[in-house]
């Protein structure tokens, strides 16, 4: 599979985050395949006592994605999926989709002609691959300076792959999102870090930054092929002054660098704008290195999706929009 987002495993742990099913659409042809992975969930509203669902992509990215294919048919196999899945749709009662694709598969692009595709926001990382240093060319100058800091301090970190449980990071995780007046959607529960091991362990890398044996500040992040996702993450404001959120950074460019790893993908803001706060900070870790974020839009029974809610195609964001952080 080209990343973990669309394993399986990955979309039955948000089923219930999703509040529906994670369902799997593959299409074979003499072209190639695609594959195709997201929840399905009930509509807000029924017809006649019949229930309709609507198709979102689980946490994260996602979306429909070409496995095999020659890239002189990749147009032609596109159009024999719509088709297909059209009539999927149909008969399942599914009336309309919302597609978070990948920013650094960049599959938006494959599929440009099946969804209302919009640029929601551009997304960074660390380019492991193409720089000898990452740290040097990636992290900016108050970054590098803010490393030296800490290692002189005597900061430390552990890094461990498919740890025994989530306990401790849930802990300093909901410390730092009571701390910065999160959104409830952000304080997942015990129960989704326990399906998180039982689903994913062997993609779960969590770091743990120490300083005079106290951990200070922890990582959870995924692992898969030659890609790390930065997924969630918490520090103790006690510790500010050495800088535990830049270190858990550190820790993760030094253990990938000599593993073979090409990227680390931090994500984006909480918004479109460049200026935004969170894709500011994170955009210090990978000066070099950004992605397009695209998200999509398809309705896929018209004469439904009017009876339902009646109304036109760009009701399906307002519909879609307060699930999709």
Same mark, same amino acid.
């Given at each position: 599979?080209?990343?973990?987002?669309?394993?399986?495993?990955?979309?039955?742990?948000?089923?219930?985050?999703?509040?529906?099913?994670?369902?799997?659409?593959?299409?074979?042809?003499?072209?190639?395949?695609?594959?195709?992975?997201?929840?399905?969930?009930?509509?807000?509203?029924?017809?006649?006592?019949?229930?309709?669902?609507?198709?979102?992509?689980?946490?994260?990215?996602?979306?429909?994605?070409?496995?095999?294919?020659?890239?002189?048919?990749?147009?032609?196999?596109?159009?024999?999926?719509?088709?297909?899945?059209?009539?999927?749709?149909?008969?399942?009662?599914?009336?309309?989709?919302?597609?978070?694709?990948?920013?650094?598969?960049?599959?938006?692009?494959?599929?440009?002609?099946?969804?209302?595709?919009?640029?929601?926001?551009?997304?960074?990382?660390?380019?492991?691959?193409?720089?000898?240093?990452?740290? #040097?060319?990636?992290?900016?100058?108050?970054?590098?300076?803010?490393?030296?800091?800490?290692?002189?301090?005597?900061?430390?970190?552990?890094?461990?792959?498919?740890?025994?449980?989530?306990?401790?990071?849930?802990?300093?995780?909901?410390?730092?999102?009571?701390?910065?007046?999160?959104?409830?959607?952000?304080?997942?529960?015990?129960?989704?870090?326990?399906?998180?091991?039982?689903?994913?362990?062997?993609?779960?890398?969590?770091?743990?930054?120490?300083?005079?044996? #106290?951990?200070?500040?922890?990582?959870?992040?995924?692992?898969?092929?030659?890609?790390?996702?930065?997924?969630?993450?918490?520090?103790?404001?006690?510790?500010?002054?050495?800088?535990?959120?830049?270190?858990?950074?550190?820790?993760?460019?030094?253990?990938?660098? &000599?593993?073979?790893?090409?990227?680390?993908?931090? &994500?984006?803001?909480?918004?479109?704008?460049?200026?935004?706060?969170?894709?500011?900070?994170?955009?210090?870790?990978?000066?070099?290195?950004?992605?397009?974020?695209?998200?999509?839009?398809?309705?896929?029974?018209?004469?439904?999706?009017?009876?339902?809610?009646?109304?036109?195609?760009?009701?399906?964001?307002?519909?879609?929009?307060?699930?999709?952080?």
């Amino acid at each position: 599979m080209l990343d973990l987002y669309f394993e399986e495993k990955y979309g039955l742990l948000y089923e219930k985050i999703e509040e529906g099913k994670c369902e799997i659409f593959e299409y074979h042809s003499d072209l190639g395949i695609v594959r195709h992975l997201f929840i399905k969930k009930p509509a807000s509203v029924n017809f006649k006592g019949e229930v309709y669902y609507e198709l979102v992509t689980p946490y994260g990215y996602g979306g429909p994605v070409i496995l095999k294919c020659d890239n002189k048919n990749k147009k032609e196999l596109v159009n024999e999926f719509e088709e297909a899945f059209m009539g999927y749709c149909r008969k399942n009662h599914i009336v309309s989709e919302f597609v978070r694709f990948h920013p650094v598969l960049l599959n938006a692009q494959d599929f440009s002609g099946c969804y209302d595709l919009t640029l929601r926001r551009k997304t960074t990382g660390t380019n492991l691959r193409d720089f000898e240093d990452p740290i #040097k060319n990636e992290f900016s100058k108050s970054k590098q300076k803010s490393i030296r800091k800490s290692l002189e301090a005597g900061v430390v970190y552990r890094v461990t792959v498919n740890p025994d449980n989530l306990e401790n990071f849930q802990k300093i995780y909901h410390s730092t999102m009571n701390r910065k007046h999160a959104d409830q959607v952000y304080f997942f529960d015990s129960e989704y870090f326990k399906k998180l091991l039982h689903y994913l362990g062997e993609h779960v890398l969590l770091v743990e930054v120490e300083y005079e044996g #106290k951990v200070i500040g922890m990582g959870l992040n995924f692992i898969y092929g030659k890609m790390i996702h930065i997924h969630l993450s918490g520090t103790d404001e006690n510790f500010h002054h050495l800088a535990p959120s830049v270190m858990l950074r550190y820790a993760l460019v030094e253990w990938g660098k &000599g593993r073979g790893i090409d990227l680390i993908h931090e &994500g984006g803001g909480k918004s479109s704008s460049m200026d935004d706060p969170l894709y500011v900070f994170k955009k210090q870790f990978g000066k070099n290195t950004d992605f397009d974020y695209f998200v999509g839009y398809r309705i896929w029974d018209e004469k439904q999706y009017k009876l339902l809610y009646h109304s036109d195609h760009a009701e399906i964001e307002k519909l879609n929009s307060p699930a999709y952080r």
